[in-house]
């Protein structure tokens, strides 16, 4: 089989082909339906403590543009709905071709123009790889962040302004290092939807604690062209490298706002 994508012969109703856990029972992203959400008090907010990277690349991996330190450097996320440390490993982007689409939670059947992927590991495990392959809804805590279009996101401003530089499947960039990641986040983390879910790509393993941020960030109208301009690994627009809605089947998704 062609390499996993998003096109209409490789595309996620083929994925299970590859990984048979693509009709799990924990797989993501979700629709987060409000009605059927349970506040819970004892949901704390998040600490996310992010230190500038001295060598990190900016890269088109043919299915999302990524922005990935060569090693770890004390970057972590902790409390909310986590038991221990999580150790930052990478972000990345999942947008649509128009306003109307690219995320891939939606809230009430509602799609916002694009997602933000904050990755981390259980930092009880040696390495990212081990995290994923851990077993059970722990080894990756991964934030979620809509964007919509409003005022240019001055904080991933350095970020977008790389994309023309990573158009190209297989390019990337190396980050300025006084790029300040920590920016780029809300002042707190407080509203958020929590549920146990999977990887959204292959190998759609399911090891993830998703944290999906109620309140989306805004971008500029600029800087959503500048993703509609990246390039996949078959030389179409990448735009539409989002999963559709996987079923809940007897989860709960846990909020903590009323
Ligand atoms: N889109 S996502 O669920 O955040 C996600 C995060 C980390 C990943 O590592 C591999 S491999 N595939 C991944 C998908
Ligand atoms: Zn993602």
Excluded at 92 to 97: A, K, R, V
């Amino acid at each position: 089989m062609a390499p996993w994508g998003y096109e209409k012969d490789n595309g996620p109703a083929h994925w299970h082909k590859d990984c048979p856990i693509a009709n799990g029972k924990n797989q993501s992203p979700i629709d987060l339906i409000n009605g059927e959400v349970k506040y819970d008090s004892g949901l704390k907010p998040l600490t996310a403590k992010y230190v500038p990277f001295s060598d990190a690349k900016f890269l088109n991996n043919g299915h999302s543009v990524q922005f990935q330190p060569s090693a770890g450097n004390g970057s972590e996320l902790t409390g909310g709905p986590l038991a221990v440390k999580y150790n930052f490993e990478q972000f990345h982007f999942h947008w649509g071709n128009n306003d109307t689409e690219g995320s891939e939670h939606r809230v009430d059947g509602k799609m916002y123009p694009a997602e933000l992927h904050f990755v981390h590991w259980n930092s009880t495990n040696p390495s990212f790889k081990d995290a994923v392959g851990s077993g059970g809804p722990n080894g990756l805590a991964v934030l979620g962040f809509f964007l919509k279009v409003g005022a240019e996101n001055a904080a991933l401003k350095p970020i977008t302004d790389l994309i023309p530089k990573v158009k190209d499947a297989g390019t990337s960039v190396t980050v300025p290092s006084n790029f300040d990641m920590q920016a780029i986040l809300p002042a707190t983390l407080t509203d958020y939807y929590t549920y146990d879910g999977s990887l959204t790509t292959p190998p759609l393993a399911e090891c993830v604690k998703w944290i999906v941020f109620k309140q989306p960030l805004e971008v500029s109208a600029a800087q959503m062209e500048a993703f509609r301009s990246v390039i996949n690994r078959d030389g179409k627009p990448m735009g539409g490298n989002y999963r559709p809605p996987c079923p809940l089947h007897d989860r709960a998704v846990k909020t903590s706002f009323k």
